[in-house]
């Protein structure tokens, strides 16, 4: 995938202009490749960021160049969540380099959906090495083989391609299907009935007993 970008001017708080155009201020980077002030369209980027990720190759088109890069870093808009700057990291494709890769879960755990357990997620990400056109855009977590309480999937678990190291080791849990938490008893509902019968009970008795005086009174009169 391509992703048009053109030189950028316009820094610290010009760069209001850019956004209200509708473009995202940028920055170019690599070992050996010398720094350049970019801005791309929001809108187009946002397609692209979307599919790519941050560790699949993309071909950053400026003017007559082409430059495979990997969206670094993306810093968003507190209010809004809209993309407010961008870091693009230039590769080399005969050298390998390290990304974290997305973590994707798959299929229901038998110990959750039957046994009422919880299913804990130790890991989202995973960090591996690899050269750039061989990155995996996400790995899979198969949730399926939880069938039992206490039972974890690891990191050795995975399914990666030869080319991809990974730099976590193999007895790392990255999901587990703990127990369910244990119920508080809720106190008994008939003793709280029988407080209230016992205090309604002691007034009728003593409504009884004010009577009773009452016409004691009136025989003494």
């Known amino acids: 995938m391509e992703l048009t970008a053109t030189a950028r001017d316009k820094f610290g708080k010009q760069v209001k202009?850019?956004?209200?155009?509708?473009?995202?201020?940028?920055?170019?980077?690599?070992?050996?490749?010398?720094?350049?002030?970019?801005?791309?369209?929001?809108?187009?980027?946002g397609k692209v960021f979307k599919e790519a990720g941050t560790n699949t190759i993309v071909t950053l088109a400026m003017g007559g160049e082409k430059r495979p890069i990997l969206i670094h870093d993306v810093a968003c808009d507190l209010l809004t969540g809209e993309p407010a700057h961008v870091d693009f990291y230039q590769?080399?494709?005969?050298?390998?380099?390290?990304?974290?890769?997305?973590?994707?879960?798959?299929?229901?755990?038998?110990?959750v959906k039957v046994k009422g357990g919880v299913l804990n997620k130790s890991m989202t990400e995973i960090e591996v090495e690899a050269l750039p056109q061989d990155l995996p855009h996400s790995l899979q977590v198969d949730l399926s083989a939880?069938?039992?309480?206490?039972?974890?999937?690891?990191?050795?678990?995975?399914?990666?391609?030869?080319?991809?190291?990974?730099?976590?080791?193999?007895?790392?849990?990255?999901?587990?299907?703990?127990?369910?938490?244990?119920?508080?008893?809720?106190a008994p509902a008939a003793e709280?009935?029988?407080?209230?019968?016992?205090?309604?009970?002691?007034?009728?008795?003593?409504?009884?007993?004010?009577?009773?005086?009452?016409?004691?009174?009136?025989?003494a009169k």
């Not at 490749?33 to 791309?40: I, P, T």
């Not at 004010?210 to 025989?219: F, G, L, N, T």
């Open 17 to 45: 202009a850019l956004r209200k155009e509708g473009l995202v201020p940028a920055e170019l980077y690599g070992r050996g490749v010398e720094n350049r002030h970019l801005s791309v369209s929001a809108k187009e980027f």
């Open 91 to 111: 590769v080399r494709l005969d050298e390998k380099i390290r990304a974290k890769v997305p973590l994707e879960f798959v299929g229901e755990a038998p110990a």
């Open 146 to 186: 939880l069938d039992e309480i206490d039972k974890s999937v690891y990191v050795r678990d995975l399914a990666v391609p030869k080319s991809v190291t990974l730099l976590v080791g193999g007895d790392t849990a990255i999901a587990t299907a703990t127990p369910p938490a244990p119920e508080e008893e809720a």
């Open 192 to 219: 709280a009935v029988g407080d209230v019968s016992a205090v309604k009970v002691e007034s009728e008795e003593k409504k009884a007993e004010r009577q009773a005086e009452k016409a004691s009174d009136s025989e």
